[in-house]
């Protein structure tokens, strides 16, 4: 069973920057692809950024430019560094964790951007 956990979210003032991260646990192969959506209410959850096990990155229209996602050396742990985040980025970000057998949601961290 693949478990997600995820951390780091919290109150940033406009400008200011935050990283998330998510620990993945269970059975995940060697191919997968890790990433980052975000959900504000009354709208459909967003895709912000993934990066595959072997690296490739994607970036979603918001995050282009000022989010970076990284993954550690042991695979199982992966992270959001957010930079000049600005009112428009609060939301709940959740975590992603795809592969062959299915996909896995983290259970969301609240972004809150104040000016």
């Known amino acids: 069973q693949v478990q997600l956990v995820e951390s780091g979210g919290g109150l940033v003032q406009v400008g200011g920057s935050l990283t998330l991260s998510c620990t993945v646990s269970?059975?995940?192969?060697?191919?997968?692809?890790m990433g980052w959506h975000r959900q504000v209410p009354g709208k459909q959850r967003e895709f912000v950024a993934s990066i595959t096990s072997s690296g490739t990155i994607k970036h979603g229209t918001s995050a282009r430019g000022r989010f970076n996602i990284y993954k550690d050396n042991t695979k199982t742990a992966w992270y959001l560094q957010m930079n000049n985040l600005s009112a428009e980025d609060t939301a709940t970000y959740y975590c992603k964790f795809s592969h062959s057998r299915g996909e896995y949601w983290g259970q969301g961290t609240q972004v809150t951007v104040s000016s």
């Open positions: 269970g059975t995940i192969g060697s191919l997968f692809v």
